[in-house]
């Protein structure tokens, strides 16, 4: 497999954010799928262990997706890898509350990629 380009990365990356500010379940895990066919690995947050696998990344739709919508502040792409900043945005007992994120992408030639988000 060839490695995406950076604007393919940029277009996910963006696209992803949409699918999930837009509670598109299946178009979300769509996307993933046919960024990484040769799968996909997460730490969320970083130190907690690697989680990999669709069934971890539906876990992590079906926990966050409906009570958090994400902006992104800041997204720089390099060859096969990214780094984003996002301002995760949640309602807590009927009080807005902003946490900030940074997000590391990493790309393979296998058609897999790891991404790792380090949370406040």
């Known amino acids: 497999m060839t ?17 999930w500010n837009a509670g598109d379940k299946d178009g979300f895990m769509a996307l993933y799928k046919d960024m990484a066919p040769g799968g996909f690995r997460f730490e969320n947050p970083v130190g907690t ?7 971890a990344l539906l876990k992590m739709w079906d926990d966050y997706a409906a009570i958090v919508q994400i902006e992104i502040l800041h997204l720089i ?3 096969s890898e990214a780094m984003a900043m996002m301002a995760n945005k949640a309602d807590m007992g009927g009080r807005p509350a902003i946490r900030y994120s940074g997000e590391t992408y990493h790309f393979y030639q296998d058609g897999s990629f790891h991404a790792r988000y380090f949370a406040e």
């Open 49 to 55: 262990g690697v989680q990999e696998g669709w069934d």
């Open 3 to 19: 490695l995406p380009t950076p604007d393919h990365i940029r277009g996910f990356i963006v696209e992803s954010i949409q699918l």
């Open 77 to 79: 792409v390099n060859g």
